[in-house]
Nanobody, 120 residues
Framework: QVQLVESGGGLVQAGGSLRLSCVAS????????MGWYRQAPGKQRELVAA???????TYTDSTKGRFTISRDNAKNTVSLQMNSLNPEDTAVYYC??????????????WGQGTQVTVSS
């Protein structure tokens, strides 16, 4: 019953910026954490950034200082501001959430993914 909907992906030139957003809907009791993963063809899905219920953030080394994750728990929303993009950032970006859902319990959910392509 939970749904994660991403927006903001697209094509951008190297050095440009994009802002990804993800909205979670459903009978959410607690947001344990929300974040963003990415996966390029032939590669493993990797964590980009995450933010916990308490506001603690985690970034992968390759994006730290360029990307900023933020959340609005009241709106069940997480955003990723991506600056100084380079072609190595090209991937499908997936919203991820660990949620406690009313009548179900704690589980991990994924969005459909949004393509980010950085040209050079």
């Amino acid at each position: 019953q939970v749904q994660l909907v991403e927006s903001g992906g697209g094509l951008v030139q190297a050095g440009g910026s994009l802002r990804l957003s993800c909205v979670a809907s459903g009978s959410i009791v607690i947001i344990n954490a929300m974040g963003w993963y990415r996966q390029a063809p032939g590669k493993q899905r990797e964590l980009v950034a995450a933010i916990t219920n308490g506001g603690s953030t985690t970034y992968t080394d390759s994006t730290k200082g360029r990307f900023t994750i933020s959340r609005d728990n009241a709106k069940n929303t997480v955003s990723l501001q991506m600056n100084s993009l380079n072609p190595e950032d090209t991937a499908v970006y997936y919203c991820n959430a660990v949620l406690h859902v009313r009548g179900y319990g704690l589980a991990e959910y994924w969005g459909q993914g949004t393509q980010v392509t950085v040209s050079s």
